[in-house]
């Protein structure tokens, strides 16, 4: 997926990436606290800073292997639209703050948390050939 390029001066939103499988995304540790800008969708973000969350369709709300939980800060992010919450309840393990990463626009400044799901899998890899 193409990341966008961003002025580095329009970084000022701290998210924070929390992790229970740090390895699978590329993260040192189980936490990781990263820059962000408003515009940037939290898909984005992540793998702009080598974070490899899951993203099997490059982010066209069009599989469920994004889904993160938003912990905090759920209302600095552009509301869901339809099809992501008719998509997100594909991805196992939902929840009430359950979201598609790549459909997450950052809209006003605050404070991010997330956490990635260690069971973050590709939903279309596992159709029965
Ligand atoms: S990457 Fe497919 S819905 Fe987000």
């Given amino acids: 997926m193409h990341v966008r390029p961003v002025d580095p001066t329009t970084l000022t939103i701290p998210v ?20 962000a800008a408003k515009g940037q969708n939290l898909l984005e973000v992540a ?31 552009s509301e869901p639209t339809e099809p992501e919450e008719d998509r997100v309840e594909e991805a196992p393990g939902l929840a009430r703050n359950s979201r598609l990463s790549c ?19 590709n939903a279309v890899k596992e159709v029965p050939h």
Avoid at 55 to 64: D, L, P, T, Y
Avoid at 104 to 121: D, F, M, Q, T, Y
């Fill in 47 to 77: 793998l702009g800073n080598e974070i490899n969350v899951e993203h099997a369709c490059g982010g066209v709300c069009a599989c469920s292997t994004c889904h993160i939980y938003v912990q905090e800060g759920m209302s600095l992010l």
């Fill in 16 to 35: 924070t990436f929390l992790s229970d499988d740090p390895d699978s995304l590329g993260m040192e540790g189980p936490e990781r606290v990263v820059m």
């Fill in 103 to 121: 459909q997450c626009e950052i809209l006003c400044e605050g404070k991010i948390l997330v956490r990635v799901p260690a069971w973050n899998r």
